[in-house]
T-cell receptor
Framework: DTGVSQDPRHKITKRGQNVTFRCDPISEHNRLYWYRQTLGQGPEFLTYFQNEAQLEKSRLLSNRFSAERPKGSFSTLEIQRTEQGDSAMYLC???FGKGGPQHFGDGTRLSIL | QQQVKQSPQSLIVQKGGISIINCAYENTAFDYFPWYQQFPGKGPALLIAIRPDVSEKKEGRFTISFNKSAKQFSLHIMDSQPGDSATYFCAASHNQGGKLIFGQGTELSVKP
């Protein structure tokens, strides 16, 4: 079991550009979560999927953000028209079933120039 | 009501000592309380977790104490080692494994 994998690990982009991150969960996990973590803070929930269905979205997820999990396996998180405030670590976690513990990837660090 | 408050913000402990980190919550619907350890540049790693039907859970050097009436829970790290130096986060969720609400984190430094 290789754990939760995120790609890329680092992304540097100019303000106004679109970026897309990918998350590959642990293979048998049916739940997939996205969180955002800024420096010195705990992770904040963004959204989660059960299989391919997106079941909850945070108020933090503005209309510039979109997440998909088309076949219930990997997921993508896209940010359109990036802003300075989007600079953060974007973390993905996965779990099996409703009560399973969440296991995190090492995140994608986004820097906006 | 969704907040989880964590203290202290930073902690320095001598090698071999006991590290204690505290968390408090308001939402009585929370039913799952994990602790995560995070090293710089890495994602949070699950250390230990507890549900409110027990008051204490121990795994190796790590113990969670849970006080349901006070709505507080704490992490005790016994025989702290320099390798334990990291940031620790408490978290809570309800409905058995929904989104996690994290505390603000505690930066632990264990001095040799």
């Amino acid at each position: 079991d290789t754990g939760v994998s995120q790609d890329p690990r680092h992304k540097i982009t100019k303000r106004g550009q679109n970026v897309t991150f990918r998350c590959d969960p642990i293979s048998e996990h049916n739940r997939l979560y996205w969180y955002r973590q800024t420096l010195g803070q705990g992770p904040e929930f963004l959204t989660y999927f059960q299989n391919e269905a997106q079941l909850e979205k945070s108020r933090l997820l503005s209309n510039r953000f979109s997440a998909e999990r088309p076949k219930g396996s990997f997921s993508t998180l896209e940010i359109q028209r990036t802003e300075q405030g989007d600079s953060a670590m974007y973390l993905c976690a996965s779990s099996f079933g409703k009560g399973g513990p969440q296991h995190f990837g090492d995140g994608t660090r986004l820097s906006i120039l | 009501q969704q907040q989880v408050k964590q203290s202290p913000q930073s902690l320095i402990v001598q090698k071999g000592g006991i590290s204690i980190i505290n968390c408090a919550y308001e939402n009585t619907a929370f039913d799952y309380f994990p602790w995560y350890q995070q090293f710089p540049g890495k994602g949070p790693a699950l250390l230990i977790a507890i549900r409110p039907d027990v008051s204490e859970k121990k795994e190796g050097r790590f113990t969670i104490s849970f006080n349901k009436s006070a709505k507080q829970f704490s992490l005790h790290i016994m025989d702290s080692q320099p390798g334990d130096s990291a940031t620790y986060f408490c978290a809570a969720s309800h409905n058995q494994g929904g989104k996690l609400i994290f505390g603000q984190g505690t930066e632990l430094s264990v001095k040799p």
